[in-house]
Structures are given as C-alpha cells and as structure tokens.
C-alpha cells in the first residue's frame, strides 16, 4: 500500500539467531504497529509505537523488541529466533491515537524459522 | 478485555450470489468502531467497510453493507454479487473510541471461497 513498505517480503533463518524487519513509512504518522498473523488466530498485537522512542507492548510480546529512532521507521527484532515465531509480521499505521478509520497496513513478511 | 468471533472458519459462495459474513463482539463500551477487512492471497490487508457504534445506519460501501446489531453485539459484512476477486479472507475488528484507544482487536478470520 502507498506509504508504508515492509522489508524483507520473506525471510528464512535458523533457530536462534537474531532477526530484524523493518517497517518504513512516508506518511508521517505518529502511531505504529506490529502484528502477527497465524492460522486460527487472527491478527495479534506484538509491540506499537506512539512516537520517537516511546513503544510498549502488545499481548504477544514474548521475544520481540522493538526500536523506533525516527518517525518514519519502526524495526521489530526477534533476538533469538524460535520456531513459534514462524509467522506472518504485519506493521501497520494510524495517523492519531485514537485510529477511528483503522490502520493502514503493509503487505506483510513471512518469516520462516527452521 | 475486548473479544471478537468470527464463527465461520470458511464460506463459499457462487458467483453473483449474496453471501453473509458474521462476527460479534464483546465489550461493555458503548462508544466505539468496528471494521471488516479483507486479505486476499496477496495478503495486503484491506480496510472494506467501518462502522460507528454511535450511529445507527448501516454503513454501506458498493456491494458491500454491514448489519450492525448494537444491542446483540453483533457486526456482519452482507456481499452481494459476489465476484470472483472478493474471494480472501475476511477479518472483523474492533476498537474502543477515545482516550488511549489505539489497538485493534481482531478476530480469526473467514476464508471466503467464490465459485464460478
């Protein structure tokens, strides 16, 4: 979608090294997410941002870390990969903190971990 | 804490058919939003219709229109004249309206089949 790349589009890599996806935005929005997607489980919350340097969270933050040095990027780290962690990774955007017309979405990383 | 069912893993539909989606929701807010979107097998995530808590229309958007039952908590996506690129998977989400309220809650998903 305009706006908002993921990189990489796929990934494989082996259990227990360190991964990192980025997430890069043109639209100067305040608020980013990270997400997951797995069958039968919808889209979880990982971590968000509601600014430089200020993140927290989500329900499935287990093994993540985020980092958020400029507006425009938001980097999720998987320190040492686990094969749980195979999944789908969505970031996504919303231009306020209350989000009422939704978020805008990236097209997504698969990562696979063997 | 806020919950979202989508009680139809699959569906399919023939082309042209009208096909219902359903989906509620559990929360003891009485303002807040709820949205369908729609991920096809190129998995981009695509916002399709948004609702108001508040308002008591039905949004609607082409062929595409919610029945949104506040009181039953309830929130499904009617398709009508189905084509072949509505087949994706369909997921209803919620948000709380105000304040902090930021997440989305999601739920499962519903993979929508369109026979030709």
């Known amino acids: 979608d305009a706006g908002i790349t993921q990189s990489p589009r796929h990934k494989v890599t082996e259990t227990g090294t360190p991964v990192t996806l980025r997430c890069h935005q043109t639209?100067?929005?305040?608020?980013m997410y990270w997400y997951r997607q797995d069958p039968g489980h919808g889209l979880r919350l990982i971590h968000y941002s509601y600014g430089v340097k200020d993140t927290d969270k989500g329900e499935v933050s287990d093994g993540y870390s985020v980092s958020r040095s400029k507006t425009e990027d938001f980097l999720l780290t998987l320190e040492s990969a686990t094969s749980s962690q195979t999944s789908v990774y969505f970031c996504?955007?919303?231009?306020?903190?209350?989000?009422?017309?939704?978020?805008?979405f990236g097209s997504g990383t698969r990562l696979t971990v063997v | 804490a806020q919950t979202v069912t989508q009680s139809q893993p699959e569906m399919s539909v023939q082309e042209a058919e009208t096909v219902t989606l359903s989906c509620t929701y559990d929360t003891s807010e009485s303002d807040y939003y709820l949205f369908w979107y729609k991920q096809p097998p190129s998995r981009q995530m695509i916002l399709v219709i948004r609702?108001?808590?508040?308002?008591?229309q039905n949004a609607t958007e082409n062929r595409f229109s919610v029945n949104f039952q506040k009181a039953a908590k309830s929130f499904s996506l009617k398709i009508s004249d189905s084509q072949l690129g509505d087949a994706a998977m369909y997921f209803c989400a919620y948000k709380r309206s105000g304040g902090s309220n930021y997440k989305l809650t999601f739920g499962k998903g519903t993979l929508l089949t369109v026979n030709p």
């Open positions: 639209e100067n929005h305040r608020y």
């Open positions: 609702q108001e808590a508040y308002k008591q």
């Open positions: 996504a955007i919303s231009p306020g903190i209350t989000a009422n017309y939704g978020y805008t």
